[in-house]
């Protein structure tokens, strides 16, 4: 490997970034690498920390002591196999840009959170979910193996076969472990463009999940949306939401072209100045929200593509909580404990006097280990205006959740403390200690890591 003077290596531009919550802030000092050399040098080295699309909630992309290695000209598809469905690429890669060369092909990833202009590289690194994970898992499982770069190590080669421990600590990292420069994934073969997409009333959050979990062996697209604007009552009426391929039609084989997702970003997200988010506009929103359901009550056909990426051209819901930005609040509840869970919840959302702008649940599955948000139980989110009571409010809330025995999701979190983390999450202590046997100095540090003490 080539000594320089400085790693990581390059010139360096001034950037600010911001956490796509809208609660963090930083001056960054960042380099955007555009060759395989920069994988080639190394020399003193200063923090650092990969950046994928920077639309994490939380800031797990950077810090203002550590250099931002944006990936972004990381983008190509390097391998195809027609016959496996196995793809490589470059770990800058959209989803967008990945599953438009997917799909003409006849192959999907099932796993993909809701916009294209997340990449890969930031879906590795935080184990992301997607429309179905008690049926699909979390993003690991549609990595193969994976190329990992850090200066003290050069580039590895990780998978379930070969260095197992770090190929797991990196898939759900938070890009603590390095740079993954590409990773081979798994794509599965596409039934059909079109899907039948379903939304079924229900009465409370006890009636979605017994439907969630009658549904979920057989939905492409499963989760529960809930009518918060009335906390006082007990019930919390919604409707479950699914889908399934539709494949009685050979004209559904045929590919849609979609256009380039909207612009999405910490910047463009908070535009407004002033948040929109308040009582009038929710009740605005759920009503709409219900009435844009009106055709899935019967059964609509939807296309695969709108079910990938439901945000597209939704943006602007993001953009109404203002400069001040939002909390998502996304846990995972043993399902026993789902119900003391929510009522909790609303007593205390109740006692604050703050508006639900989204509670939604969804049917985890599969097991939990080190830092990854997985395993059987209820996911359960709400989005609510940030405030400023609302660290207060969501101090209670992870009161409560330690008490049911819950975890919190870290990726959408900014104010998440080691504390509850630690609690949280029984690994938490070994992610640590594999952390700092492959990397004694802690080269990548973010916002997050630091506040996690991690
Ligand atoms: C509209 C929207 C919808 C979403 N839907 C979902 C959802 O359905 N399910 C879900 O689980 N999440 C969801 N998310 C969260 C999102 O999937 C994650 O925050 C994801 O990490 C964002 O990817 P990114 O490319 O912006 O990565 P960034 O935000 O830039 O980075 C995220 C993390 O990945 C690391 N990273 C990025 N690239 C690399 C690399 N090459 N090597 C090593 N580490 C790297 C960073 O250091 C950081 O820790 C959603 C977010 C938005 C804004």
Known sequence: MAKGSD??????????????????????????????????????????????????????????????????????ILDFDSDTGQVEVEAGISLFDLHSFLSPKGYYLPVQPGHGRITVGGCIAPDVHGKNQYRDGTFIQQVASLKLFHPFHGIVHLSRESEADLFRATCGGYGLTGIIVSAVLQAKPIRSQKLLLKAEKVGNCQAANKMMTELADESDLLYSWHDFSNLKSEDSPGYVIHARFKADDPS??????????????????????????????LRAMNTAYKFSLRSAKRGKVTTLDETLFPIHGREIYYRLFGKKGFHEYQALLPHQQIDDYLQGLKEIIRSFGAPVFLASG????????????SGEGTCFAINIPRRNNTDKLLAKVDDLLLKCGGKPNIIKDSRLTADVVRAAYPEFDKFKSTLREWDSKRLFRSELSERLDL
């Open 252 to 281: 559904d084989s045929k590919t849609v072209n979609i256009s380039s997702p909207p612009r999405l970003d910490g910047h463009w997200r908070r535009g407004m100045p002033l948040t929109l988010a308040n009582g009038l506009a």
């Open 7 to 76: 790693w990581p290596p390059g010139p360096r531009a001034a950037s600010t970034d911001i956490s796509f919550d809208g609660s963090t802030e930083a001056e960054v000092s960042s380099i955007r690498p555009d060759s395989y050399r920069f994988f080639n040098s190394t020399g003193h080295v200063q923090f650092a920390i990969p950046r994928g699309a920077g639309l994490s909630y939380a800031p797990a992309f950077f810090d203002r002591d550590s250099v931002s290695i944006r990936m972004n000209q990381f983008k190509r």
């Open 362 to 373: 969804k049917h985890f599955g599969g097991s939990q280990d080190l830092l990854r948000f």
